[in-house]
C-alpha cells in the first residue's frame, strides 16, 4: 500500500476473542493513530466525512497503535525516514509540518500514550473524541508539542473542553491501558495493517472507504451512495 503508515508494532495483538461488532444499523470506523503522518494528511478529509455522516451513521474513532511501546530514541536512520514521509505527506495534501522535531535526538516515538489520551476523552465525553484526536495531530505535527508527555496531553484535553484533573486522573489508571490495547486488537481483528483506514458497517457487512490515504472528492461519492442505500 502507498500513502500509509504501516503497523510496526511487535506486540503480539492477536486475540480471536476481541473482534468488534459496532451492532445494528449504519455505522462509519476510522482507525488511525495520532502519530501516524499519512493520518494527519487526510485530517481535512476524515472531518468532512464525519460531517457527511452526522445524524446518518455512527462515527467511532478506534486506536489502532502505530508504535505503541516504543522504549529506545530515534536513531538517525529512523529520523531520516519519518522525516521523507512528513515531506512526502505535506507535498501531496499541503497539511503543516514542523520539522524541529528532528533536532531532538533523545525523541522516543512511542505512540501509546497519545492513543491512550484519545481512548481516555473517548471514555470522559465520546462528543469531543474526533476533537482530541485532532488537537493531538495539530500539536505533534504543526506545533511541534511532545504528546508523549502527560502534561502535554493533559493540556490538549483541557483545550478541547474536558476538566484537566479529571483527564489526568483517568488517563493513569490502569484500565485506560486495558482499553487503548482493546482498541489495538480491533483495529487487527479487521484485518487493518496502516493507517489511514476507514470502514463502513451496516448489520455485519463490511466494506472498507479508505486503506491508506484518499482523498475526501475521491469517496465522497462511494460514501453518499452508502448512506443513501
Known amino acids: 500500500m502507498s500513502d500509509v503508515c504501516p503497523i510496526t508494532s511487535d506486540e503480539n495483538l492477536n486475540d480471536p476473542v476481541a473482534s468488534f461488532d459496532p451492532g445494528p444499523g449504519k455505522h ?18 476524515l472531518k468532512q466525512i464525519a460531517d ?32 521523507h514521509h512528513w515531506q512526502d505527506v505535506a507535498a501531496k495534501t499541503g497539511q ?30 465520546p462528543s469531543r473524541t474526533l476533537a482530541m484526536y485532532e488537537a493531538l495531530q495539530r500539536g505533534f505535527y504543526a506545533e511541534n508539542l511532545d504528546i508523549t508527555k502527560t502534561e502535554v496531553l493533559a493540556d490538549l484535553a483541557q483545550s478541547v473542553g474536558l476538566d484537566r484533573d479529571r483527564f489526568v486522573n483517568l488517563f493513569e489508571v490502569p484500565g485506560q491501558r486495558q ?3 482493546a482498541d489495538f486488537i480491533r483495529t487487527q481483528s479487521f484485518g487493518v495493517q496502516g493507517f489511514p483506514s ?16 484518499r482523498p475526501f472528492a475521491a469517496m465522497q461519492g462511494d460514501f453518499a451512495a452508502w448512506l443513501d442505500a
Open 198 to 213: 476507514l470502514l463502513c458497517a451496516e448489520d455485519g457487512k463490511y466494506g472498507f472507504l479508505a486503506l491508506g490515504y
Open 179 to 181: 482499553l487503548v490495547a
Open 52 to 83: 457527511m455522516a452526522q445524524g446518518r451513521a455512527q462515527f467511532h474513532v478506534v486506536m489502532g497503535g502505530l508504535r505503541p511501546g516504543t522504549r529506545e530514541s530515534w536513531d538517525a536512520t529512523m529520523r531520516a525516514y519519518i522525516r
Open 96 to 125: 503543516p509540518f514542523n520539522f524541529d522535531r528532528f533536532d531532538d535526538e533523545d525523541f522516543v516515538y512511542d505512540t501509546e500514550p497519545a492513543c491512550r489520551a484519545v481512548v481516555t476523552v473517548r471514555s470522559l465525553d
Open 28 to 45: 462509519v470506523l476510522f482507525f488511525g493513530d495520532p502519530m501516524c503522518s499519512w493520518c494527519w494528511g487526510f485530517s481535512p478529509d
